[in-house]
C-alpha cells in the first residue's frame, strides 16, 4: 500500500493567502465570489460537494489594528456573539470555541443550516466547520463541510486544513 502523495502548498499571488494541505487533500484555486479577493478549494480527490473552501475578505477597518489587537478581539465573547448573530439566519450553530494557530487567534463554529424551502434537501445532511481569523489585512475564512454522520471522523481532517492556510498580513 502505497503512502498518500505529499501535498501542494497553493499560494495567490495577488493577496498572498497561502494552502498547505494535509496529506490526502489537494489545493486548487477557485472563482472568487462578493468581496472575496482569493479562494481556494482543499479537498480530497473523493470529494464532490464536501471538503473545504478558503477565501480571503479584505477589510478596511482592521487597517489600523496590531494582530495582538485582532487576537485580543478574537478572544472577546462579544466577538464570538456577533459571529454566530452573523451566522444564524442561515445556521443553527451547534458550538463555538478558540481557535490559535501561527500566532493568529480566531474563532472555530461548528453549524447545520437551517431547513429552508428553497435550499435543496442535501444541506440538511451536511455539517459545517467555520474557522475565522483576522489580521490587519482582512478576514480568512475556512469553511469545510461533511454528512453529519461522518463529521466527527473528519473534524481533525478539518482543522488541520484551517492550520495549514495562510492569511495576507
Known sequence: MAAPAAAQPLRDAATGLAVDPPPGYAATPMAVQGAQQARMAVRR??????????????????????????????????WQRVLMATLQPLYNVISVEAFAHSGLEGVLLVADLRPRPDLPQRGQELRTLFAIVETPRGRTTTVCTEEKTRFATRRSEFEAVARGVVPPR
Open 45 to 78: 480527490p473523493q470529494d464532490s460537494d464536501t471538503g473545504c473552501q478558503v477565501a480571503f475578505v479584505p477589510a478596511p477597518q482592521n487597517e489600523s489594528l496590531r494582530q495582538e489587537d485582532l487576537n485580543r478581539l478574537a478572544r472577546a465573547p462579544g
